[in-house]
């Protein structure tokens, strides 16, 4: 069955760092574009970082310079550096991957994980 475990979430104190890792089942082929995303009770789904199977990255204005995301195909995992962070970065952090990159950010395309709560707090 393929899917997508997300872990690493939890709370920490502004300015503080987290890394959530998405591991992706063998079903799921390597070469599916990846990204991560986050949602906030009552706001609409938002994009936080994208990374292609060949590298190529694109990130929200909101996180661009603190957040980092990086794939090992071979392990079939995507990671997301989370630093500097912000209450406003408080939301459930979901993983997706979809063959196409176009397809990322669709609930209704592709693998979404569980989602893990980020809680930046003091």
């Known amino acids: 069955q393929a899917q997508l475990v997300e872990s690493g979430g939890g709370l920490v104190l502004p300015g503080g760092s987290l890394r959530l890792t998405c591991a992706a089942s063998e079903s799921i082929p390597s070469f599916y574009a990846m990204g991560w995303f986050r949602q906030v009770p009552g706001k609409q789904l938002e994009v936080v970082a994208t990374i292609l199977a060949g590298g190529s990255t694109n990130y929200a204005d909101s996180v661009k310079g603190r957040f980092t995301i990086s794939r090992d195909n071979i392990k079939k995992t995507v990671v997301l550096q989370m630093n500097s962070l912000k209450p406003e970065d408080t939301a459930v952090y979901y993983c997706?991957?979809?063959?196409?990159?176009?397809?990322?950010?669709?609930?209704?395309?592709?693998?979404w994980g569980q989602g893990t709560q980020v809680t930046v707090s003091s």
């Open positions: 997706n991957a979809d063959r196409w990159a176009a397809g990322l950010g669709n609930r209704a395309s592709g693998y």
